[in-house]
């Protein structure tokens, strides 16, 4: 193992996400700053993904209570607690598995892990590893699962890369060394979350027409019925003065939910690469809730 010493220094607050995820906030990030409360206690993101605005607050200093990032997915927040408390080791498996980066057959053969004996023996480092490596290096960054519960990404067929990234890993380390990392349900929040405190909710989206649904993140359906216990545990965190700021899809459905509720509402246009079909990529529409006003 590599001693801490070897590590590249990040630069100051300079941490970024440092894995890819569908529906990711980069390109909604200046909205979602825009609507920020001006003052809150501690942050919370239940559905974690690749955490874009837990970077911004951690890089604008706004994190000065500490957060709590969680995630239904075993294996994402695994990776997250890999990269804050074990990153020399990760960074050796990086290193190695960015050799193979651009090979097919090693892609492929990674990618069977999850379906031969002693996979789930596997460390967390090495389990950390092939995550990182997968996402890096399938199609479009796309994490999905079948019903079986094995990662299916086609490989990317990327130019070049970049599997080990070590300077905004090492920064990442950096920011995510006081967070809480918690496996769990959204719905765990109402027990960890206090007044004053500021809860973000990016949830699979609710789809646009039926060709577009893309709902299998863990394995598990996120449906209608999950979007309406949403904003059921929305409403409860509200009426205990928790600030909750949630994005999703521009449907009649979901302002019809949140209208309904009394939030604040604002449609906003993002872009979305994820459609196999070139053509169906571009700017979509977006909703962004508030349970408090722009200005609070």
């Known amino acids: 193992m ?21 529906g990711g906030k980069g390109q909604l990030l200046p909205e979602l700053v825009r609507r920020l409360p001006r003052a809150f206690r501690r942050y ?14 951690h890089r604008a200093g706004r994190l000065r209570e500490g957060a709590v990032l969680s995630d239904y997915n075993r294996e994402l ?21 960015e050799r193979h980066a651009l090979d097919r057959d090693y892609f492929l053969d990674v990618r069977a ?16 590893a092939r995550t990182l490596f997968l996402n890096r290096t399938c199609y479009n960054g796309l994490y999905r699962l079948n019903r079986r ?16 990234d070590a300077e905004n890993l090492t920064a990442a380390s950096a920011a995510l060394r006081t967070v809480e990392l918690r496996q769990a349900d ?17 949830p699979p989206y609710i789809p646009l027409s039926i060709t577009s649904a893309f709902t299998h993140y863990t394995g598990h359906t996120f449906g209608a019925a999950e979007q309406r216990r949403l904003a059921h545990v929305t409403r409860q965190l509200a009426e205990r003065g928790v600030a909750v700021m949630l ?15 009394g939030f604040s509402c604002a449609a906003v246009s993002a872009s979305r690469k994820i459609n196999c079909d070139g053509r169906k990529r571009g700017a979509v529409q977006e909703l962004i809730v508030c349970s408090y006003g722009w200005d609070a």
């Open 2 to 22: 590599r001693s801490d010493a070897r590590l590249p220094q990040p630069q100051h607050d300079s941490a970024r996400p440092f894995i890819k995820w569908v």
């Open 44 to 57: 919370h993101e239940p559905f974690l993904g690749g955490a874009a605005l837990f970077f911004f607050l």
């Open 77 to 97: 927040i695994d990776c997250y607690q890999v990269v804050r408390d074990d990153l020399p080791a990760l960074l050796d498996r990086l290193r190695e598995h």
């Open 113 to 128: 892990w999850d379906r031969r004996p002693g996979f789930a023996q596997l460390g967390k480092v090495e389990l950390a």
């Open 149 to 164: 519960h094995q990662f299916n990404a086609p490989f990317g067929h990327y130019k070049k890369p970049r599997v080990y």
């Open 186 to 202: 959204f719905a765990d929040v109402l027990h960890t979350a206090q007044e004053g405190d500021l809860v973000y909710f990016d």
């Open 247 to 261: 994005s999703n899809s521009d449907t009649a459905q979901t302002r019809q939910i949140y209208l309904a509720e």
